[in-house]
């Protein structure tokens, strides 16, 4: 019964924080591509067997390409493996231990590169590094201020594990943040259903699908 009234709610709050969704302006907004990188997104590549629902990478480029026509910034904040023997809190968190232990993601890998199928010359790039929040030990967020963006739309990444740590982050720093639901890695339906409608519509101010956002 609980869990009953916890969906329904993070439901709800979903739906009403898509109808407080206004216009993106064209210099006021970024979208943040995380993990964007062939091992998970071209495949095939063990991500392939780990994860239940990987990230659609046609449609983030299609999305893509429509953000740079409107105007947006883009930001890739790529991810890499711990380092092999490396053994920290951080280093054995789910995603992390998983990147590592499937040699995914490893620093100066053709499949640590960014997809080129997501990639403009005008994109920005940020260093790799074996973090789950965009922000932390970057420059992000200078990045972001120096453009006068106030509004991130997050694609890409595990939904609850770096697409939620950097979506935490960017309204920590007073973003505006809205999280693109059909654009990010699962690694079960469960996961996916728990993230975008109870954990995230209780953080970002909202979560929309790319049509949604393009349409309006």
Same mark, same amino acid.
């Not at 299609?62 to 790529?78: C, M, T």
């Not at 380092?83 to 990147?99: C, D, Y």
């Not at 499937?102 to 997809?115: D, F, K, R, V």
């Given at each position: 019964?609980?869990?009953?009234? =916890?969906?329904? *709610?993070?439901?709800?709050?979903? +739906?009403?924080?898509?109808?407080?969704?206004?216009?993106?302006?064209?210099?006021?907004? &970024?979208?943040?591509?995380?993990?964007?990188?062939?091992?998970?997104?071209? /495949?095939?590549? &063990?991500?392939?067997?780990?994860?239940?629902?990987? %990230?659609?990478?046609?449609?983030?480029?299609? *999305?893509?390409?429509?953000?740079? $026509?409107? /105007?947006?910034? =883009?930001?890739?904040?790529?991810?890499?493996?711990?380092?092999?023997?490396?053994?920290?809190? @951080?280093?054995?968190?789910?995603?992390?231990?998983?990147?590592?232990? +499937?040699?995914?993601?490893?620093?100066?890998?053709?499949?640590? $590169?960014?997809? $080129?199928?997501?990639?403009?010359?005008?994109? =920005?790039?940020?260093?790799?590094?074996?973090?789950? +929040?965009? *922000?932390?030990?970057?420059?992000?967020?200078?990045?972001?201020?120096?453009?006068?963006?106030?509004?991130?739309?997050?694609?890409?990444?595990? %939904? +609850?594990?770096?697409?939620?740590?950097?979506?935490?982050?960017? =309204?920590?720093?007073?973003?505006? %943040?809205?999280?693109?639901?059909?654009? %990010? &890695?699962? @690694?079960? &339906?469960?996961?996916? $259903?728990?993230?975008?409608?109870?954990?995230?519509?209780?953080?970002?101010?909202?979560?929309?699908?790319?049509?949604?956002?393009?349409?309006?």
């Amino acid at each position: 019964m609980i869990g009953g009234l =916890v969906d329904r *709610f993070g439901r709800w709050l979903t +739906n009403r924080k898509m109808r407080s969704y206004g216009p993106h302006a064209a210099d006021d907004t &970024a979208v943040i591509v995380l993990a964007g990188q062939r091992d998970l997104i071209d /495949g095939p590549s &063990a991500w392939s067997d780990i994860c239940e629902m990987p %990230v659609d990478g046609g449609r983030l480029a299609g *999305f893509l390409r429509r953000a740079r $026509e409107a /105007g947006w910034a =883009v930001f890739h904040v790529p991810i890499q493996a711990p380092a092999p023997g490396l053994e920290t809190a @951080l280093s054995q968190t789910h995603f992390l231990k998983l990147l590592q232990e +499937n040699a995914l993601l490893q620093p100066g890998t053709p499949g640590a $590169e960014i997809s $080129e199928s997501l990639r403009d010359p005008g994109d =920005v790039v940020l260093p790799p590094r074996a973090r789950l +929040n965009g *922000f932390y030990d970057s420059d992000l967020d200078a990045q972001l201020q120096a453009k006068g963006i106030t509004r991130l739309i997050i694609a890409g990444g595990l %939904v +609850n594990a770096d697409t939620d740590s950097t979506a935490r982050m960017g =309204v920590e720093l007073d973003y505006d %943040v809205t999280v693109l639901s059909d654009t %990010v &890695a699962a @690694l079960t &339906a469960t996961d996916r $259903e728990m993230a975008l409608t109870v954990t995230l519509p209780r953080l970002v101010a909202r979560i929309m699908d790319t049509t949604a956002v393009l349409g309006r």
